[in-house]
């Protein structure tokens, strides 16, 4: 087909989206209860001594002596997902995507705003003390995994060993260590004005973080193997962690120096590899949007190249685009890989409506468009797209199912989730040791803890769920599918 032909069919799919901007399965009620609950699954997740005004009752304190073994107090933190452990590369970037939510669009969740930071506020406390507790060292880990997962506890019996892992010069874990300052310079962000010296405090460790960081170079993965592989395995290497946080610290300080150093070392460091995820590992896609954001406010020409590249990244999520390269299912949701696939759903969705809060923010103009070979898509369009996969998360979907804990008529009753899977300390306060616990596994009884909020792996390629506690690529969730979507719900639930 000719550029010429292929025209109007792109202009026709672009009109259908651009009609449909408008049109929703749900009300902007809707999208506030879910943001609600999206918020209240971090209180399920927690570690450590629970605070007064916990609203998910059936959890209770655990893991109080993290840290003990080294000396140092890790208590607290989030654990990362249907396990008890606290993995620090997936707890930063869950931590930096929901300081990232508040930055965007805390101006939408009004009567949510208070929550919100205080999901932030409970990771970042977490990485103050892994970032602080030792000169020259950072806590990148509690627990062993391979002993973790040979157990089915509820976090408030665990007794699995509680081992502490850390990155330091002699080993070093440049992907951890930036992001855990991309972390916590967002969170400054979060806190400027509600509470300044504790923002302070948090950029003031960023900026040391990530020059620990960038001054001893080296993945985690290599320092630590087979304790953090395959779990949370840094397959993408740590360069596109350096400029991840490098950007983080620039927004967070306005410190100049770090504009020097995005623009100097940003092409050793995947500024000009076009990407097509985003996550926990992989932070091209993100960075981009994010520094793209330097060209579309306040025109710096150093950072078209950044816009181009974010072009690049939305049209291969376009379809009919020429770079359209995406995959969806028959019902219309993104599809990237067969575990925990909405992880990539709610990233994807987040970026989009960023990116299209960028692109409109100074007054529109030729700059306010994707560029798509030799058209230009509104960002309207983004919106639309955005808004079509968290609809079909909440249930708007071949088979009218939330994928939504708590959340509509119908959603996942059987999620692979320790806690929430075995009786709470309330409804049965004996302890229920490790092995015990695998009958609550295997039980085909719904969990008995509702663990509101939480999203889950997600269905197949063909829109297929299996709601099973074993198949914890469909059913479990996680602390990273549900940050960015904190953000795409409070943007939908004033829009």
Same mark, same amino acid.
């Given at each position: 087909?000719?550029?010429?032909?292929?025209?109007?069919?792109?202009?026709?799919?672009?009109?259908?989206?651009?009609?449909?901007?408008?049109?929703?399965?749900?009300?902007?009620?809707?999208?506030?209860?879910?943001?609600?609950?999206?918020?209240?699954?971090?209180?399920?997740?927690?570690?450590?001594?629970?605070?007064?005004?916990?609203?998910?009752?059936?959890?209770?304190?655990?893991?109080?002596?993290?840290?003990?073994?080294?000396?140092?107090?890790?208590?607290?933190?989030?654990?990362?997902?249907?396990?008890?452990?606290?993995?620090?590369?997936?707890?930063?970037?869950?931590?930096?995507?929901?300081?990232?939510?508040?930055?965007?669009?805390?101006?939408?969740?009004?009567?949510?705003? $208070?929550?919100?930071?205080?999901?932030?506020?409970?990771?970042?406390?977490?990485?103050?003390?892994?970032?602080?507790?030792?000169?020259?060292?950072?806590?990148?880990?509690?627990?062993?995994?391979?002993?973790?997962?040979?157990?089915?506890?509820?976090?408030?019996?665990? #007794?699995?060993?509680?081992?502490?892992?850390?990155?330091?010069?002699?080993?070093?874990?440049?992907?951890?260590?930036?992001?855990?300052?991309?972390?916590?310079?967002?969170?400054?962000?979060?806190?400027?004005?509600?509470?300044?010296?504790?923002?302070?405090?948090?950029?003031?460790?960023?900026?040391?973080? *990530?020059?620990?960081? #960038?001054?001893?170079?080296?993945?985690?993965?290599?320092?630590?193997?087979?304790?953090?592989?395959?779990?949370?395995?840094?397959?993408?290497?740590?360069?596109?962690?350096?400029?991840?946080?490098?950007?983080?610290?620039?927004?967070?300080?306005?410190?100049?120096?770090?504009?020097?150093?995005?623009?100097?070392?940003?092409?050793?460091?995947?500024?000009? #590899?076009?990407?097509?995820? *985003?996550?926990?590992?992989?932070?091209?896609?993100?960075?981009?949007?994010?520094?793209?954001?330097?060209?579309?406010?306040?025109?710096? $020409?150093?950072?078209?190249?950044?816009?181009?590249?974010?072009?690049?990244?939305?049209?291969?999520?376009?379809?009919?685009?020429?770079?359209?390269?995406?995959?969806?299912?028959?019902?219309?949701?993104?599809?990237?890989?067969?575990?925990?696939?909405?992880?990539?759903?709610?990233?994807?969705?987040?970026?989009?409506?960023?990116?299209?809060?960028?692109?409109?923010?100074?007054?529109?103009?030729?700059?306010?468009?994707?560029?798509?070979?030799?058209?230009?898509?509104?960002?309207?369009?983004?919106?639309?797209?955005?808004?079509?996969?968290?609809?079909?998360?909440?249930?708007?979907?071949?088979?009218?199912?939330?994928?939504?804990?708590?959340?509509?008529?119908?959603?996942?009753?059987?999620?692979?989730?320790?806690?929430?899977?075995?009786?709470?300390?309330?409804?049965?306060?004996?302890?229920?040791?490790?092995?015990?616990?695998?009958?609550?596994?295997?039980?085909?009884?719904?969990?008995?803890?509702?663990?509101?909020?939480?999203?889950?792996?997600?269905?197949?390629?063909?829109?297929?769920?299996?709601?099973?506690?074993?198949?914890?690529?469909?059913? $479990?969730?996680?602390?990273?599918?549900?940050?960015?979507?904190?953000?795409?719900?409070?943007?939908?639930?004033?829009?």
């Amino acid at each position: 087909m000719s550029t010429l032909k292929a025209l109007p069919l792109l202009l026709c799919l672009l009109l259908l989206i651009s009609l449909c901007f408008f049109c929703s399965a749900f009300t902007s009620n809707d999208y506030s209860d879910a943001l609600d609950k999206s918020i209240l699954f971090f209180e399920g997740q927690r570690s450590g001594k629970l605070p007064s005004n916990q609203r998910l009752t059936w959890r209770g304190d655990s893991a109080l002596s993290d840290g003990s073994s080294s000396q140092v107090d890790l208590s607290g933190g989030y654990y990362d997902a249907g396990d008890n452990l606290k993995f620090g590369l997936p707890m930063a970037f869950t931590t930096t995507l929901l300081a990232w939510s508040v930055i965007e669009f805390g101006s939408s969740m009004p009567h949510q705003i $208070e929550n919100a930071r205080g999901t932030v506020r409970w990771g970042a406390d977490y990485l103050l003390k892994a970032a602080t507790a030792t000169p020259d060292t950072l806590y990148v880990q509690v627990g062993d995994p391979n002993m973790d997962h040979k157990c089915w506890e509820r976090p408030e019996d665990m #007794d699995t060993p509680r081992n502490v892992y850390k990155v330091s010069p002699q080993n070093p874990g440049s992907d951890v260590a930036a992001e855990t300052a991309a972390a916590l310079a967002a969170a400054s962000i979060v806190f400027k004005d509600s509470d300044p010296s504790y923002s302070a405090r948090l950029l003031q460790t960023a900026v040391k973080v *990530f020059e620990f960081a #960038d001054s001893y170079r080296g993945s985690y993965s290599d320092s630590l193997s087979s304790v953090v592989c395959p779990f949370y395995c840094s397959y993408s290497g740590y360069q596109d962690e350096l400029l991840w946080g490098a950007s983080w610290i620039h927004r967070a300080s306005q410190d100049g120096s770090y504009l020097a150093y995005i623009q100097s070392n940003g092409h050793t460091m995947g500024a000009d #590899d076009d990407d097509y995820s *985003f996550s926990w590992d992989d932070k091209r896609a993100g960075t981009k949007i994010l520094l793209s954001k330097y060209f579309l406010e306040k025109n710096l $020409e150093d950072f078209q190249g950044y816009k181009a590249h974010s072009d690049n990244y939305i049209c291969s999520l376009i379809p009919g685009t020429s770079s359209f390269q995406a995959q969806y299912t028959p019902g219309g949701l993104l599809y990237k890989e067969s575990s925990s696939n909405l992880q990539y759903v709610t990233t994807t969705s987040f970026l989009l409506l960023a990116y299209a809060k960028y692109l409109t923010s100074n007054g529109g103009g030729a700059a306010a468009a994707v560029s798509c070979g030799g058209s230009a898509v509104p960002a309207d369009s983004l919106v639309s797209l955005a808004r079509k996969q968290v609809d079909y998360i909440l249930g708007d979907n071949p088979a009218k199912m939330s994928y939504m804990v708590g959340f509509g008529q119908r959603f996942p009753q059987h999620i692979h989730h320790r806690g929430s899977s075995v009786p709470s300390v309330q409804a049965h306060p004996d302890r229920i040791p490790c092995e015990a616990g695998f009958q609550y596994l295997y039980s085909g009884s719904p969990n008995p803890n509702v663990l509101v909020g939480a999203i889950v792996g997600g269905p197949d390629s063909r829109d297929d769920y299996a709601d099973d506690r074993n198949n914890y690529q469909q059913s $479990e969730p996680a602390t990273y599918i549900n940050a960015p979507l904190v953000g795409a719900l409070a943007f939908f639930s004033s829009h």
